[in-house]
């Protein structure tokens, strides 16, 4: 059984900073790409950021220059460092993580249950 838990979610005024953690823990035989997505009430989940397992890196348009993903391939972790925030970042934080376990041949999206961060003006 795979599991990604996240943590580092919290309150912080605007322009303030948040280091999110993200760990991958269960049967796991190899992580490819990982990546935090973000909901705000009402709105739809959309990506944030993501990187490969050989640590190519993706950002959505709104978040260039303010926010960095990273990963640690040894610890299973994958971290979100969020700098200059907005009220508009104001979201739950899901981690994702294609996961191959032991048990199987190719992998699955898994996701963790989220972070709440709010952003206060």
């Known amino acids: 059984q795979v599991q990604l838990v996240e943590s580092g979610g919290g309150v912080v005024q605007a322009g303030g900073s948040l280091r999110l953690s993200c760990a991958a823990s269960?049967?796991?035989?190899?992580?490819?790409?990982m990546g935090w997505y973000r909901q705000a009430p009402g709105k739809q989940r959309n990506l944030v950021a993501s990187?490969?397992?050989?640590?190519?890196?993706n950002y959505a348009d709104s978040v260039k220059g303010r926010i960095t993903i990273s990963r640690d391939n040894a610890k299973n972790m994958v971290y979100l460092q969020m700098n200059g925030l907005e009220p508009e970042d104001t979201a739950t934080y899901y981690c994702?993580?294609?996961?191959?376990?032991?048990?199987?041949?190719?992998?699955?999206?898994?996701w963790g249950k989220g972070t709440l961060v709010t952003v206060s003006s």
């Open positions: 269960g049967s796991i035989f190899s992580i490819n790409a």
């Open positions: 990187i490969t397992s050989g640590g190519r890196t």
């Open positions: 994702k993580a294609n996961i191959r376990a032991f048990t199987s041949s190719y992998g699955i999206d898994y």
